[in-house]
């Protein structure tokens, strides 16, 4: 688990103004890290402070870090953040007190960096954002036995008690935030029983909180639960986009095409150690359960393998839009109700041999509470296709309709400390390619 310093320091402030708003993402506590475009320019590194973005190649070119240090702004300043991923946990952390200290106020060299402020800063409006590394894996786990429940009609299967359930994803069709969403076409079934091929009748999208694989681990040789964490280099929210009927249709092995044509990314790369002080306890499971076996057992992974993260998705139609209705809240839940922690997650994969490297990414799955505002995907919230949401001027809604636009939030809030968030995770819905 990562420990506190000077870096979650709530009296921190910074010179970049918009950085001490009391709703801002990203407070000089955050600096989480992403790939960037200035206008016309190519990908570059960069890390977030309110609503600017610190060029890290600029901040290289000043001279503004020295040594080791510099070495890790290097791995962070290119198009993609595998190799900043792929560091020591030291090196990222002696790179992370040096943003600290270079935006903090009354920072060691503020004399020196503010009057660079035109050279350092991209406004983010400004920018584009990329997906912040080549994620060259991504697998997709099921570790939300309050969703299990609810799609499984009552009851969850004894699999899901004795490890963390997942599937290999699709790392091709990853994309951040803002992305179209473009309907799938797919086979369903039909009226009579026969097959239709069309597009997706039952669009859903599924709430889920993911982490990136720093360091990674050699084939053959599994990450002890007791080291996962230390193998977790940073987080981000995911939006599993998911076809339910063609999903229900052709799933005899896994799921495909039902989960493949798009996953959206929120673009920021919370740390580890900015998480620190939003570590909680693991879920705590019925006594009725199985006992979590040995390999994904260790007490301080029960202590504070769980993460305090608060979570939002929030919907809104064109008709919305158009009369200027602000997005409805439809979810609101907690990372806390996670039945597995990530570390367990992360250990499970490794534990058959396979081999994890630093950018690859693994999710949740649907992080649903056990109040009702928690059912983090459609296909809960309408009771399996039963009951449909109402929305603001009569509309209402059992699976997503072209225009929609699904936002999930998240933020990391505890007494004592400066709250931070994860930037925006959203996509809108468009008209399939083409009619079969
Ligand atoms: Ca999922």
Known sequence: VAELNETQDPRRRSWVETANAR?????????????????????????????????????????????????????????????????????????????????????????????????????MADATMELPAAIGDYTDFSCSTHHMMRMGGGTVRPVFLHLPVGYHGRASSLRVSGAEVVRPLGQVAGKDGQAVFGPEPQLDFELEFAAFV??????GRPIPIGEAEDHIFGYCLLNDWSARAIQFFEMALGPFLGKSFLTTISPWVVTHEAMAPFHT????????????????????????????????????????????????????????YIYWTL???????????????????????????????????????????????ALPGGESRLWLEDGDEVQIRGRAEREGFVPIGFGPCDGRVAAAEAKA
């Open 23 to 123: 709703d801002t993402d990203f407070p000089v506590q955050n600096l989480p890290f992403g790939v960037f475009r200035r206008p016309g320019g190519a990908p570059q590194g960069g890390v977030a402070i309110g609503d600017q973005i610190l060029d890290l190649a600029a901040g290289l070119s000043e001279g503004l870090f020295e040594g080791d240090v510099a070495s890790a702004a290097q791995a962070a300043a290119g198009a993609g953040l595998n190799p900043l991923m792929a560091l020591e946990s030291g090196a990222v952390s002696a790179l992370r007190r040096r943003l600290s200290d270079l935006l903090r106020s009354g920072g060691p060299d503020e004399a020196r960096v503010k009057p660079l402020a035109d050279r350092l800063l991209v406004s």
């Open 214 to 219: 720093g360091r990674g681990n050699a084939l």
């Open 281 to 336: 306890t693991a879920f705590v499971r019925p006594e009725a359960d199985p006992p979590i076996p040995a390999y994904l057992r260790s007490e301080a992974d029960r202590r504070a393998g769980g993460l305090d993260v608060r979570l939002e998705a929030l919907l809104s139609t064109e008709a919305m839009r158009r009369r200027g209705d602000p997005p409805q809240r439809i979810v609101a839940t907690n990372f806390r």
């Open 343 to 389: 570390a367990q997650m992360l250990a499970h994969h490794a534990s058959g041999g396979c081999d994890m490297n630093p950018g690859d990414l693994f999710a949740s799955g649907t992080v649903s509470g056990p109040e009702d505002e928690a059912k983090a995907c459609l296909m809960e919230a309408n009771e399996r296709g039963t009951r449909a949401l």
